[in-house]
């Protein structure tokens, strides 16, 4: 299957930590790459593979991968971060790439 | 400093053409794969095709193969996306992006500011 699935939406409580996930074959292949997009703003890049941050990324991202899941966490949420989150990786193909189907990350 | 800068806002009919723009500088135009990433209203994003400006080869989704043309100059560093017939389901902000590419891995690491286009009688 070339898709990406992650959860619609999860809630996270000021200053606790959430774990964003995404499952897809592709991901026992091929590392993930995370995005965050608030309303009316273009995606930002914010993390990808194994815990690899781009410059300016705070240090409470981070990720990880396990077989057929990647997963994004934030330790210690703050107001900034809500916002929506979409995996990115190839398709089973390798041929091209995907999107996941975007998380809702709410802090309450 | 890198940037991507896109063409504006388009309002157009169903069955006219049109022709978008992201305009690339603070790097080699001709080393980096650039991508375009669809988002319709209120949904997510999509992977649409990438083109890699050295050798102008291109790869287009399934998804998107045969809807859009993918294309670049890199005599003045600009990517284009292109339609020669719009639909009112073409309506969605368009993105483009820079991608780094790896063995297990790929990434758009810079982003343009999206361009809007609207298609409606």
């Known amino acids: 299957s070339s898709e990406l699935t992650q959860d619609p939406a999860v809630s996270v409580a000021l200053g606790q930590t959430v774990k964003i996930t995404c499952q897809g074959d592709?991901?026992?292949?091929?590392?993930a790459s995370w995005y965050q997009q608030k309303p009316g703003q273009a995606p930002v890049f914010v993390m990808y593979g194994k815990n690899n941050r781009p410059s300016g990324i705070p240090d409470r991202f981070s990720g990880s991968s396990s077989g057929n899941t990647a997963s994004l966490t934030i330790t210690g949420a703050q107001a900034e971060d809500e916002a929506d989150y979409y995996c990115n990786s190839r398709d089973g193909s390798g041929n091209h790439g995907v999107f996941g189907t975007g998380t809702k990350v709410t802090v309450l | 400093e890198v940037q991507l800068v896109q063409s504006g806002a388009e309002v157009k009919k169903p069955g006219e053409s049109l022709k978008i723009s992201c305009k690339n500088s603070?790097?080699?135009?001709?080393?980096?794969?650039i991508g375009w990433v669809r988002q319709m209203p209120g949904k997510g994003l999509e992977w649409m095709g990438i083109i890699y400006p050295g050798d102008s080869d291109t790869r287009y989704s399934p998804s998107f193969q045969g809807q859009v043309t993918i294309s670049a100059d890199k005599s003045i560093s600009t990517a284009y996306l292109q339609w020669s017939s719009l639909k009112a389901s073409d309506t969605a902000m368009y993105y483009c992006?820079?991608?780094?590419?790896?063995?297990?891995?790929?990434?758009?690491?810079?982003w343009g500011q999206g361009t809007l286009v609207t298609v409606s009688s």
């Open positions: 992006a820079r991608l780094t590419v790896g063995a297990t891995f790929v990434y758009f690491d810079y």
């Open positions: 592709s991901l026992r292949s091929y590392s």
């Open positions: 603070g790097y080699s135009f001709t080393s980096y794969w």
